[in-house]
Structure formats: structure tokens, C-alpha cells
């Protein structure tokens, strides 16, 4: 119930197109998805984050969209460029089925990124 | 956002010893996790290190291997004990801030 589940594993876009990444869930409680991004030697890094009450958030090229009745929330990135090749994770924030380990974060499996010039 | 700092950021370690990463933020925070990537994984949730307390450990973790120490808010010391080569992973530090939590830039180990 605490997994999060995240497609493609892999993914390969030309430059310019759009990257999709879904997420899938089971746990209700969840109150808090974000999405990190990963380069190589590096700590994840927060790219976007949305909270259930909302069915999509827009930062620059990044969308997250959220389907609650579904629980499924996916990311796309708009105009896919080079730098954009990393892995991105997917997470999912809230209490267990007790009631405690309130912010400990649940991630999806992850999804390598490559963009083509 | 917090700024995280870790030490060492990477090492290499012979099978039977122990290894203690320290993590550094520049602000204090409440809430500090301690987090595995195996490699090409997912990251794992280890411990919330509590200041002041014990850390609560995740289902498969115990005190014994990965013993942590939290003496303030803002640092936080995960060992890693009698290391075995499957131990050989990237260490995470990371810290709650309002609603998001932010990574430092990891230790990478690598046990022989």
C-alpha cells in the first residue's frame, strides 16, 4: 500500500518533443507529490511538486498532472532538451496506515531520460 | 532552500570496518532522513534522525548496522557498520523544509 509505481523505466525523446513519465498509487494518505530530478554523481534535486486538491501545476517547460479519483499523477516536459537527460523519480509523501512516520517520502522506481540532439 | 553538505563525498572501504558520513545543514531543521541508492535504484528511506531522541529506522534497517546521531538541528552522523560488499551504495542526507524535503549531494560508497 506504500509503493509508488513509475513508467517508462526508460525513455528516449528527440529534442523538442514532449517527455511523459506516470506515476501510479495506492495509499490515500498521501498528501504531497513531488518530482526530483537526478544527474549522474549528484543528489536528487526538487523539480516540481503538486498536493492532490490540484489537478495540474505549470512551471516553465514541466507540468505535473493529477488524476485523485485515479491516483495516478504523471509529469511532462514541454520542448525536451539535452540537459534534460537525467533520471527523474517520482514520490509521494504522507502518514502510513497508523498514522506516523508523517514526511518520510515514498519513490517510484525512477526513469532514465535521454534526449537526442 | 537548505543548503546540504555531506563528508566524505565518496570512499572506498574494505569489508568489516565501519563508515561515518556526516551531514551538514546550514539552517536548522527539524526533520532529517537518511537515505540509500543502491546502484541503479531507487532511493530507500534508512531513518528520520531525531534530535534529541533515537531514530525511528524503516523496516529493514536497524540501530546496530546503521547507528545515527542527530546532536543538533543541524547535523546529523549515519555510520554504516561492519560493512559488507552489498553495502556499497549512495548515501543520502535530506532535511524537511515546509512541505518539501531537499538532498544533499550524497556519499558514494564502495565497499571491496
Known amino acids: 500500500q506504500q509503493q509508488v509505481k513509475q513508467s517508462p523505466q526508460s525513455l528516449i525523446v528527440q529534442k523538442g518533443g514532449i517527455s511523459i513519465i506516470n506515476c501510479a498509487y495506492e495509499n490515500t494518505a498521501f498528501d504531497y507529490f513531488p518530482w526530483y530530478q537526478q544527474f549522474p554523481g549528484k543528489g536528487p534535486a526538487l523539480l516540481i511538486a503538486?498536493?492532490?486538491?490540484?489537478s495540474e501545476k505549470k512551471e516553465g517547460r514541466f507540468t505535473i498532472s493529477f488524476n485523485k479519483s485515479a491516483k495516478q499523477f504523471s509529469l511532462h516536459i514541454m520542448d525536451s532538451q539535452p540537459g534534460d537527460s537525467a533520471t527523474y523519480f517520482c514520490?509521494?509523501?504522507?502518514?502510513?496506515?497508523?498514522?506516523?512516520?508523517?514526511?518520510?517520502?515514498?519513490f517510484g522506481q525512477g526513469t532514465i531520460l535521454t534526449v537526442h540532439p | 532552500s537548505a543548503v546540504i553538505s555531506q563528508k566524505p563525498s565518496r570512499d572506498i572501504c574494505q569489508r568489516g570496518t565501519s563508515l561515518t558520513i556526516q551531514c551538514q545543514v546550514d539552517?536548522?531543521?527539524?526533520?532529517m532522513f537518511w537515505y540509500r541508492q543502491q546502484p541503479g535504484q531507487s532511493l530507500t528511506l534508512i531513518a528520520t534522525?531525531?534530535?534529541?531522541?533515537?531514530?525511528?529506522?524503516e523496516s529493514g534497517f536497524v540501530i546496530d548496522k546503521f547507528p545515527i546521531s542527530r546532536p543538533n538541528l543541524t547535523f546529523s552522523t549515519l555510520t554504516v557498520s561492519n560493512m559488507s560488499p552489498e553495502d556499497s551504495s549512495i548515501y543520502l542526507c535530506?532535511?524537511?523544509?515546509?512541505?518539501?524535503?531537499?538532498f544533499g549531494p550524497g556519499t558514494r560508497l564502495t565497499v571491496l
Open positions: 535530506s532535511v524537511g523544509q515546509g512541505s518539501t524535503q531537499y
Open positions: 503538486i498536493r492532490p486538491d490540484v
Open positions: 514520490a509521494a509523501r504522507g502518514s502510513d496506515a497508523g498514522g506516523t512516520s508523517y514526511g518520510k517520502l515514498t
Open positions: 539552517s536548522q531543521v527539524t526533520m
Open positions: 534522525a531525531n534530535q534529541g531522541s533515537e531514530a525511528t529506522y
